[in-house]
């Protein structure tokens, strides 16, 4: 196919996100921290943009922010995984790396093994679980996450009984390829948690343990922090990992420097044939960095690599923000930044930052701050004139502390829109507007005035 650089919609393709060359993405797979590079394989298919003959595609880096496409990984190639090569993790078995990954059809697991990273070997044993527990009747059974302890692999797979709720099932195995079904390291409740739990991911950090998950049909990230004890997990904290309602199925991993780092899958939110003629769907997050408040909720970051990236900085001087009136910042436009806002909102109810289209002004997407509701928002529904694309408010709560500021951390990538607040709370969205020329940040208050204390921006260079 035609590179999509000179295809229909280039202007919403990303230039600093990761992306294959071409066709479909979905979930990150496979993350590791291997002989000093980063590894990133994911689902996708090569040949179009439309999610069918899921391939694993591979990529390495030596910084977590530029890419080498490598050749595909994993193909449906066997009778255990003629239908699907699904996702899967990782690990590090004595110097070589094991794929471990969900065949279809039905759904069982699967290993595949390689001496160089480049080729790759399916397992004689495969499938190594052939079937679900016996008696359980479950809703899918599917992504295994592998870790080790001591002489043990474990691992989650994720799953969902019939009626009950997503359910979280675990496994130990001495040497990845016999497994033994320990029990269920959590059960939902179907009505608030949804009835299948995709792609979790189970790991220490710090003292506590962490789980998180992608229920269907939520199409949201859900995480749980809490103790894990006999091989019972028991959740202290819930949260939300992403609420932009365009994040899914993301995996993390620990680096060499003992980070637990992230990436998700930013699915399009514009219509399939859009995809179609852009010839590309799918982009993968800004690897963030994972970490634990004192509180017990998680934190996210982007990677501090990221910052190679900045290319001209702006500052602007701390100053009064008055109701109706706007400070542009002048200097950040184009189509790829990072800004960086620190606001106490004082009297001010609203607060916030229109990204406004450079070209065609009533094209905007706010992102804003209610005192009085306690919440962070996303509205697009003036981001683009294409009426066929989502045109949504998405909401998180967010109250601050007495006296603690707002601080905002934007990026901006064409089609892409990370918002992260005080490290907790992130929304990220994507938005398709109409004709070339990037965007520009506004900042505004309402009712009220509020205190601007910090402005910081960079203009970003582009990876591909
Ligand atoms: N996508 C994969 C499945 C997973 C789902 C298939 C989540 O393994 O459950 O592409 O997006």
Redesign the pocket.
Known sequence: MSQPQTRPYAEHRPAYHFLPPAGWM??PNGLIHFRGEYHLFY?HNPESAV?RN?VWGHAVSKDLVHWKHLPIALRPDKPYDKD?V??GCMVDDGGVPTAVY?GVHPEVQCIATSKDMMSWEKAPENPVVAAPPPGLQVTGF??PYVWRSRDWWYAVV?SGIRDVGGTILLYRSRDLRRWEYLEPALVGEKAKTGEMW??PNFFQLGRKWVLWT?PVPLGRVLYFVGTFRNHRFTPEYQGEMDLGGCF??PQGFRDARGRRILFG?LWETRPEKMSVEAGWAGVQSLPRQVSLSPEGRLLFKPVAELSRLRREHVNLPAQLLRSGEEVVVKGIAGDRWEMFAEIHPQEAQKCGIRIVHTADEAQVTTVLFSQANGTLSVDRSHSSRYEEVARDVRSAPLSLKDGEPLRLRLFVDHSVLEVYANEHTCLTSRIYPQGTGGYQPHLFAEEGTARLMRIEGWILDAIW
């Open positions: 979905n979930d689902q999610p899921i699907g699904w996702t969900t599917r992504d994720g995709e792609c992608s899914y199925a899958w």
